[in-house]
């Protein structure tokens, strides 16, 4: 059993950082990678998984989310990929944490 605290946010509520690491992780959009899970309340939600060292992420959002994320940030190309400038500087920040 995983012992990582879980983290349960919405995408633009996370830091800099860990949104930067996600795209990493996703470089080719987040809407093929999401799960559903059901929440506290016993409602089913879709969230993307996400894991660092230390913690487990599920970053809350639809399928719509999804593609307007990645279709509003100009950190993706218009087919939905990671530009390769940005995918090398992140690349360059967070090797450490790869």
């Known amino acids: ?12 509520a996370l830091d800099v950082e860990i949104q ?5 992780a996703y470089p080719e959009g987040f ?6 899970f059901v929440n506290k309340e016993g409602k089913y939600q879709s969230g993307l ?7 487990y992420y599920l970053v809350k959002m639809t399928r719509d ?5 990645i279709e509003e940030d100009d950190d ?3 087919d939905g990929n990671l530009r390769d400038e940005v995918k090398e500087d992140f690349e360059d920040k967070y090797e450490d944490d790869m």
Do not use: G, S, V
């Open 76 to 78: 993706y190309d218009e």
């Open 49 to 55: 998984p996400f894991e660092t060292e230390d913690k």
């Open 65 to 69: 989310e999804a593609k307007e994320l």
């Open 1 to 12: 059993m995983n012992n990582k605290p879980r983290i349960l946010k919405a995408f633009e």
């Open 20 to 24: 930067e690491q996600i795209k990493l």
């Open 31 to 36: 809407e093929d990678h999401l799960i559903k």
